[in-house]
Structure formats: C-alpha cells, structure tokens
C-alpha cells in the first residue's frame, strides 16, 4: 500500500498535495488536523472535494481515501504514528514552522519503526529554511529521508499580465 501523509487540512493542502497525492496513485491519504469538524466531515465520506477556478469555468474534483486524524487527542496520535512508519511522501502546510514542535515528537515515533524507508517530506510554510527546522525539529537522523523545502509564495502577490515579474 502506498501512503501519503499530509500535516494540515487548508488549501495549500488540499489543493497541491492532496491533489498531486490522489492524481499519483497513493492508496491511503492520511492527513494530521487539529479542526475536528473537518476531520469528522472528512471522515463521514473520506473524500475531499476541491473547486478549481479555469479561466472561463469553476469546476470540482474529488479526492479519495482520505482519512483525517486530529494530534491532539492520544486515540489519533497511534494512528498518526503509524502512517508515519508507512508514507513514503509527506507534507507540512501549517501557518507557521512553529508547529514543527507539536508534530516532530509523533512524526519521530513513525519513522523510528521503518528507520531505512525512503521518505520525501515536502514543506510549505512561507519560510526558505522550513525543511532544514523541521529535521531539526525532529532531531534524529534517518538515512533515506529526505527533507525539501517548498516555499510557497503568498496567495496575496499580484502576478504581472504575462507572468513576467520586473527585474
């Protein structure tokens, strides 16, 4: 079975990396969230469904096998842990790389059972230097994980007509 784990249930994740998720084939999507009426909204029909805006329509896809677990409460954590030791592809979009605190214990305890498993962790909170904080975060090394930072740009820049930015 191929899992993705994803931390944080906004757009950011929603929208990329739960996407790109169900679009790449991962048999299991499991995502770590705090909001537990999204999590039981989720869990009701373990499916997230998207609107897309295109230039001339707003049309929705549907993601499925998504199961939402919430890190505060000890039943989720184990559950939490577990897909940890099985996700090849992570991601973080959590407000601030502040919340790598909260997350690096349960996400240590994971990796910690498949120490060798070959992992890439995605992370897209507004910071150049979130993957390097959230491997120290976590604090012990795992020799085929792989921490990339994915720097989001704020969804309030304004993209000049053709795309192209002023030097």
Request: aromatic share 10%.
């Amino acid at each position: 079975m191929k899992t993705f784990l994803g931390i944080g249930l906004g757009p950011i994740q929603t929208g990329l990396f739960v996407s790109g998720a169900s679009k790449g084939g991962f048999d299991r999507i499991v995502i770590a969230e705090v909001n537990d009426k999204l999590k039981a909204a989720v869990n009701e029909v373990h499916s997230v469904t998207v609107n897309i805006a295109a230039a001339d329509k707003v049309y929705s896809e549907e993601y499925k096998n998504v199961e939402v677990y919430n890190p505060n409460d000890p039943a989720d954590v184990e559950k939490l842990i577990q897909a940890a030791a099985e996700a090849s592809e992570l991601a973080t979009a959590l407000p601030s790389v502040k919340f790598y605190a909260y997350c690096a214990p349960w996400l240590k305890a994971g990796f910690a059972l498949q120490p060798e498993r070959t992992r890439f962790f995605y992370t897209a909170e507004n910071n150049n230097h979130a993957a390097e904080e959230l491997e120290k975060a976590i604090g012990e090394k795992f020799p085929n994980t792989w921490y990339l930072n994915t720097v989001i740009g704020k969804m309030s820049g304004v993209v000049p007509a053709g795309g192209v930015y002023p030097a």
